[in-house]
């Protein structure tokens, strides 16, 4: 990890060194997608960072499943193929990033092993204090309804609050979202990738990426309020 590509690159505890207020605001959408319902989220949520005024890079995290696993479910194996072309996530991804807005299914009520794998990479970024003004929301899509899509969003934001990191959801700050019903973040039911995502989850997730690099642009502008006073 290059220092450039840091936020900040201070010990912790220390004060921060945070990016001119010319520079973009970098919005990086990090997901994980089996059968193709996250990938779909992951678009969304995409579109909405970017009518925030995001600059964005979408990655997809590294498959970890066996080749022979994988092309024992169909729909699985033809959705690696349709994305291979899609960047890996890296660190610099992570490090560059003032927004990181992170997509899953639901594991069991948690995220993704390929997904926790890669946050398993984090450690050098938190202990340079990388997280602490950086801004994160989630979506997720499950096989079932109720199929732990809160739990797994809540896994996300409980990693969030360690890694100090600024947790923006989307609540129900617009009348889509009661009909979504979901206050945490963007979530679609499946059927095991039967199922795309509907309207109302794409709006949702759209929600997502707009609302969290709304906040983040405004905090952005109070704290170069703040060292202009």
């Known amino acids: 990890m290059r220092d450039e590509d840091l936020r900040r690159t201070t010990v912790l505890g220390s004060a921060p060194t945070t990016r001119r207020r010319d520079d973009p605001l970098k919005v990086a959408v990090i997901y994980y997608s089996a059968t193709g319902s996250v990938h779909a989220l992951a678009q969304s949520v995409a579109d909405g960072a970017r009518a925030a005024g995001g600059s964005v890079r979408t990655v997809r995290v590294a498959e970890t499943v066996p080749r022979e696993v994988i092309e024992r479910n169909p729909l699985w194996a033809r ?13 610099d991804d992570v490090g560059a990033a003032d927004v990181i ?12 092993s ?48 360690h890694l100090g990191g600024i947790i923006v959801p989307p609540g129900y700050t617009e009348p889509s979202q009661i009909e979504a019903g979901n206050p945490y973040g963007a979530a679609s ?19 997502v990426g707009r609302r969290a690099t709304r906040i983040a642009g405004d905090l952005r502008a109070g704290r170069a309020l703040r060292r202009d006073s």
């Open 79 to 91: 959705h690696r193929d349709a994305t291979e072309r899609i960047p890996v996530a890296t660190l």
């Open 101 to 112: 807005l992170l997509g899953t299914p639901t594991r069991f009520g948690h995220v993704s």
């Open 114 to 161: 390929q997904l926790q794998a890669f946050i398993d990479t984090w450690g050098e970024l938190w202990g340079a204090n990388a997280f602490a003004e950086k801004v994160f929301a989630a979506f997720t899509s499950s096989a079932t309804a109720h199929g732990g899509q809160e739990t797994t969003l809540m896994s996300i934001y409980t990693m969030v609050c």
């Open 189 to 207: 039911v499946s059927r095991n990738g039967e199922l795309p995502p509907t309207d109302i989850d794409l709006r949702a997730a759209e929600l």
